[in-house]
Every structure is written in C-alpha cells, then in structure tokens.
Nanobody, 126 residues
Framework: QVQLVESGGGSVQAGGSLRLSCAAS????????MGWFRQAPEREREFVAG????????KYGDSVRDRFTISRDNTANTVYLQMNSLKPEDTAIYYC???????????????????WGQGTQVTVSS
C-alpha cells in the first residue's frame, strides 16, 4: 500500500513556474515507479511525466517536454515536478501516481499504476 499526497499547485500567469510535490508513504514508496498525470475539464487524463524507482529513466509527454522536469528524492520519499514556462493549456488537476515497476512496462499508461493522490489544481492565466 502506498499513500500519495500532492502539494504545490496554485494560480500563476503564463510564463511563470510552479513546483509540485508528491509525498509518498508506505513500504513500497521508495521502489515504485512514479508518474504525474493531469486532467482538464472535459478532457481525457493525460500523461505528463514519469520516473523509474532509481531515477535512471524519465519520460515526458510531448506537450511538456523541455518545460517540465520530474525528479525524486528517495530519502524523503518525495517526487517533484518542476514546471517552467507555463501556458494556459497547462491548466488542469495534476495527479501523482505510483506503481510496481515489475508491472509497469509502459510508464505513460495510467491504467498500470496502482495508487493515486487526490490531485492538486494548477491554473495558468494568460
């Protein structure tokens, strides 16, 4: 069992930055594959970024590549999403997810993740 709590969301103007945090607890937290997903109103959930348990592998969605950076601190059981050059189309609820690396053969696939946080709202104004 892994519990996830996101924080760091808020409102920002276009071009600004935010850093999201996802605090994980539970026995498997440090060895889990972690991902960030987002969902805007009336849109499907979208993969944002993912990171392997040892940070050796990271992957980004096409719309955020070169603007967002995912990282993790396993000593603190926390995953971060640094978001720079934010655009109005980045507005969404951002969710942190955790899953078994032996099960997740596609880090972008939401259905392979077992645990989800409650989400944090990010609003970018033009």
């Amino acid at each position: 069992q892994v519990q996830l709590v996101e924080s760091g969301g808020g409102s920002v103007q276009a071009g600004g930055s935010l850093r999201l945090s996802c605090a994980a607890s539970g026995r498997a937290a440090r060895t889990s594959t972690m991902g960030w997903f987002r969902q805007a109103p009336e849109r499907e959930r979208e993969f944002v970024a993912g990171i392997s348990w040892n940070a050796a592998t990271t992957k980004y969605g096409d719309s955020v590549r070169d603007r967002f950076t995912i990282s993790r601190d396993n000593t603190a059981n926390t995953v971060y999403l640094q978001m720079n050059s934010l655009k109005p189309e980045d507005t969404a609820i951002y969710y942190c997810a955790s899953g078994n690396p032996e099960k997740i053969n596609d880090i972008t696939a939401a259905h392979l993740y077992d645990y989800w946080g409650q989400g944090t709202q990010v609003t970018v104004s033009s």
